[in-house]
């Protein structure tokens, strides 16, 4: 198994409709997060999961929840997004606990909502 | 507030050149990481090297080498005797730690696209 794999690797919804990302890491890291890259911005973080608790929020729209059952799982689940929120969006995970430790990446989900 | 900028949007080379690519930061840390990341059409970033504040050593590992100057606040990096296989998206990142530690977010540059032309 690769390190950090996300499911789906495209996808394109409807701003009503209701999806998930998935992102998994087989690497034995306690620490997992989200951040989205779009054209027109530098990659921005959106969250922080810590031994499964959620340690940073960077003021992300509550239209983007995320959830993360263990140290091994991290979902991003949407629901009404918007236009602009087309992006990638990757997974990472490290061994947490200090920022010492570099942080692996997944291969990202291309997001298009129409 | 961190903030780093990669100044370079795209440079094109062709192979068999050397290459440099520019990262300044800004932090209000003492105690900081550098890092630098890779990511190739399939979009996957892969890292390439980490650097914290207190080693100003540069460091080289094959064709790849980087030049950290805590004066000028840059941590360059510089591919010898490009190769097509280096195209991609090069990303330069920091990363504080907190006190007590804990997991941290990285700041990101923009990116610089790199391409190496045959």
């Known amino acids: 198994e690769t390190g950090v794999t996300q499911t789906p690797r495209h996808l394109v919804m409807g701003m009503t409709n209701k999806k998930s990302l998935k992102c998994e890491q087989h690497?034995?890291?306690?620490?997992m997060y989200w951040y989205k890259q779009s054209a027109k911005k530098p990659l921005e973080l959106m969250f922080v999961?810590?031994?499964?608790?959620?340690?940073e929020n960077n003021s992300v729209p509550s239209r983007f929840s995320p959830e993360c059952p263990n140290s091994s799982h991290l979902f991003l689940h949407l629901h009404t997004l918007q236009p602009e929120d087309s992006a990638l969006y990757l997974c990472?995970?490290?061994?947490?606990?200090?920022?010492?430790?570099?942080?692996?990446f997944g291969p990202g989900t291309r997001l298009t909502v129409t | 507030a961190q903030k780093v900028t990669q100044a370079q949007t795209e440079i094109s080379v062709v192979e068999k050149e050397d290459v440099t690519l520019d990262c300044v930061y800004e932090?209000?840390?003492?105690?900081?990481?550098l890092f630098w990341y890779k990511q190739p059409p399939s979009g996957e970033l892969v890292f390439l090297i980490r650097?914290?504040?207190?080693?100003?050593q540069n460091e080289i590992s094959g064709r790849y080498s980087w030049n950290f100057q805590k004066s000028t606040s840059s941590f360059n990096f510089t591919i010898t005797a490009s190769q097509v296989v280096d195209s991609a998206v090069y990303f330069c990142?920091?990363?504080?730690?907190?006190?007590?530690?804990?997991?941290?977010?990285?700041?990101f540059g923009k990116g610089t696209h790199l391409i190496i032309q045959p």
């Open positions: 990472a995970s490290s061994q947490a606990q200090h920022a010492t430790y570099e942080q692996y």
């Open positions: 690497l034995g890291h306690n620490a």
């Open positions: 999961y810590n031994f499964k608790e959620q340690t």
């Open positions: 932090t209000r840390d003492t105690t900081y990481y």
């Open positions: 650097r914290n504040s207190f080693d100003e």
């Open positions: 990142a920091l990363s504080t730690g907190r006190s007590g530690g804990g997991a941290d977010g990285l700041t």
